[in-house]
């Protein structure tokens, strides 16, 4: 992973827009961070982009930065194991009826996180590294419903989990 800072002038610069347009069409955006920094007329944009390099093709190519893939499986026990992958299918059910990919809900690690910690009650989720008050108000009563069922038996009707939206 890598990153690359732009400034942009309040006033419009179609030049440096068009950069980073260019930039970010041809490369893969993990994260990116806007803030405005305002110093009268000489405003501008700062933008901070986190990204791996696109290769042949247009698949991200790997770089010595970039995480390798952990295998929950091995990493986890059987027990645990079982929790996360049902916590992996309630959050593909939260991402579907939000329209939003599924890392917007939780991450892979925040779910093993989850798992790990044992979660007993909502407040705890916001413990685990990167899950807020917003996170915890949207999802923590679902999520909830199913660590306290052992994560047995998940069944995806409206009628046997509470929504929060």
Not at 73 to 88: M, V
């Amino acid at each position: 992973m890598s990153i690359r800072i732009f400034q942009i002038p309040a006033r419009g610069c179609e030049e440096t827009e068009a950069e980073l347009n260019q930039f970010l069409a041809s490369h893969r955006v993990l994260a990116m961070e806007r803030h405005l920094v305002a110093v009268g007329e000489n405003s501008y944009w700062a933008i901070c982009v986190d990204y791996l390099e696109r290769g042949a093709g247009g698949k991200a190519t790997s770089t010595k930065n970039q995480r390798a893939r952990v295998d929950y499986k091995e990493l986890l026990s059987p027990e645990e194991f079982a929790q996360f992958a049902e916590l992996r299918n309630l959050r593909k059910e939260l991402a579907q009826e939000d329209g939003v990919p599924i890392y917007a809900v939780l991450t892979n690690e925040q779910l093993a996180q989850i798992v790990q910690q044992r979660v007993g009650i909502k407040t705890d989720l916001e413990k685990v590294a990167g899950i807020g008050e917003g996170r915890v108000a949207k999802y923590g009563d679902r999520i909830m419903s199913l660590l306290q069922a052992g994560g047995q038996g998940h069944e995806t009707s409206e009628k046997s989990l509470p929504s929060n939206r």
